[in-house]
């Protein structure tokens, strides 16, 4: 078990919709990563937060945003679902932002029909 | 922009000694790190290196060359539970990204 936990583990919804994915980071973690990783792909980074604040930005699509609260939890909104998003949606978190290694939560499968 | 790049798939036999190699371009470096994931599972971490040359922990070591843009990871004394895919990845400096490559499957032969 890192310590990183993200729910939901599944979650099956239509094309048009919206879900929101949540990660609890490690005790102590202030950087929160999130990563999809479609079938027989590897993992695309989405984008980082750290204490709060956008840190990093990947290949993430309009259609979806993140925010990090006070709490350190974040979130990750998918909207106007495709097929094309199913994927496994996984979280990290690491101390700070330097030098550290990330841990991985076991990841939010979501499909998308 | 980074660039990483490692072999699709390798086979190797219960017992032996197998060497994932890793190259990779970018803006800027802060550590490489390697990870392994079973299908379906979470990548659990294996090493990280921000300085040149070998680290090593029990049956796995990594290797790093920053000049030649070079890692490898080294698995000894093969067991079947190591079959899995192996993830290189690549810090940048300017920003935390962290960016993998698309992963080694490594199967293990009996």
């Known amino acids: 078990d890192s310590g990183v936990t993200q729910t939901p583990k599944h979650l099956i919804t239509a094309t048009g919709q919206r879900v929101t994915l949540r990660c609890s980071p490690r005790?102590?973690?202030?950087?929160v990563y999130w990563y999809q990783q479609s079938l027989d792909q590897g993992l695309q980074f989405l984008i980082q937060?750290?204490?709060?604040?956008?840190?990093a930005k990947g290949n993430i699509l309009e259609r979806f945003s993140a925010q990090q609260f006070p709490d350190l939890h974040s979130e990750l909104n998918l909207s106007s679902l495709e097929l094309g998003d199913s994927a496994l949606y996984f979280c990290?978190?690491?101390?700070?932002?330097?030098?550290?290694?990330?841990?991985f939560g076991e990841g939010s499968w979501l499909t998308v029909v | 922009g980074q660039n990483i790049d490692q072999p699709t798939e390798m086979t190797a036999t219960e017992g032996a000694i197998v060497q994932i190699n890793c190259t990779y371009q970018?803006?800027?470096?802060?550590?490489l790190f390697w990870y392994q994931q079973h299908a379906g599972e979470a990548p659990t971490f294996l090493s990280y290196?921000?300085?040149?040359g070998l680290e090593e922990k029990g049956r796995f070591s990594s290797f790093l060359s920053r000049s030649k843009g070079y890692s490898y990871l080294l698995l000894k004394e093969l067991q079947m539970k190591d079959s899995a895919s192996y993830l290189c990845?690549?810090?940048?400096?300017?920003?935390?990204?962290?960016?993998f490559g698309k992963g080694t499957r490594l199967h293990i032969l009996p």
């Open positions: 990290a978190s690491s101390e700070d932002r330097d030098r550290n290694t990330i841990y």
């Open positions: 005790s102590g973690d202030l950087s």
């Open positions: 937060y750290y204490n709060g604040e956008e840190r």
């Open positions: 970018t803006s800027g470096f802060n550590g």
């Open positions: 290196n921000v300085l040149d």
């Open positions: 990845a690549v810090r940048g400096r300017r920003d935390d990204k962290i960016i």
